[in-house]
T-cell receptor, first 114, second 108 residues
Framework: KAGVTQTPRYLIKTRGQQVTLSCSPI?????VSWYQQTPGQGLQFLFE???????NKGNFPGRFSGRQFSNSRSEMNVSTLELGDSALYLC?????????????FGQGTRLTVV | AQRVTQPEKLLSVFKGAPVELKCNYS??????LFWYVQYSRQRLQLLLR??SRESIKGFTADLNKGETSFHLKKPFAQEEDSAMYYC??????????FGQGTELSVKP
């Protein structure tokens, strides 16, 4: 079974630009979540999509948005990039197994804003 | 508010010594708790989940609802255990709340 795939692996963008990150979940998983990982703040939840609907949302500004397609693939968009958006963005796909949720993570997209 | 606290940023032990990585949580309800591990240059991966009460790579973790803790333990640390360890709480479906992480360094 293929794991969670995130593309691209690395990105360098300029302040003010926008960026789109992509995540392909494990086949059969309908939930996709996004996290931001930074040395200072650790792992912070951005949002979760389930069956094309946003089910949960973290405390990030509206510049951060996402969507999920009918095949469960998800994209995350950040508009008007700021230097502080430099981070590793992780995607996780989840399934419920025997009554509990198990999340599988991708390798992440390293975003650098200059 | 739901919160996960890992009080130690860095834990350094010698090979063969016992290890305990601390995790405390705040949650109103029945928590679903996990330990995730991130080895150098590898993706974050699930190590343990409280509900299965299993031992993985010699690690165990017991949920103590009275103390709201879910500490990770191993009786004899190995060098290959060196990694970042994250305690996480499942809050509403696919939303995980992570602690700040503890870097475990096992010295030879």
């Amino acid at each position: 079974k293929a794991g969670v795939t995130q593309t691209p692996r690395y990105l360098i963008k300029t302040r003010g630009q926008q960026v789109t990150l992509s995540c392909s979940p494990i086949s059969g998983h309908r939930s996709v979540s996004w996290y931001q990982q930074t040395p200072g703040q650790g792992l912070q939840f951005l949002f979760e999509y389930f069956s094309e609907t946003q089910r949960n949302k973290g405390n990030f500004p509206g510049r951060f948005s996402g969507r999920q397609f009918s095949n469960s693939r998800s994209e995350m968009n950040v508009s008007t990039l700021e230097l502080g958006d430099s981070a590793l963005y992780l995607c996780a796909s989840s399934s419920v197994h025997r009554g509990y949720t198990e999340a599988f993570f991708g390798q992440g997209t390293r975003l650098t804003v200059v | 508010a739901q919160r996960v606290t890992q009080p130690e940023k860095l834990l350094s032990v010698f090979k063969g010594a016992p290890v305990e990585l601390k995790c405390n949580y705040s949650y109103s309800g029945s928590p679903e708790l996990f330990w995730y591990v991130q080895y150098s240059r590898q993706r974050l991966q699930l190590l343990l989940r409280h509900i299965s009460r299993e031992s993985i790579k010699g690690f165990t973790a017991d949920l103590n609802k009275g103390e709201t803790s879910f500490h990770l333990k191993k009786p004899f640390a190995q060098e290959e255990d060196s990694a970042m360890y994250y305690c996480a709480l499942n809050n509403q479906g696919g939303k995980l709340i992570f602690g700040q992480g503890t870097e475990l360094s096992v010295k030879p």
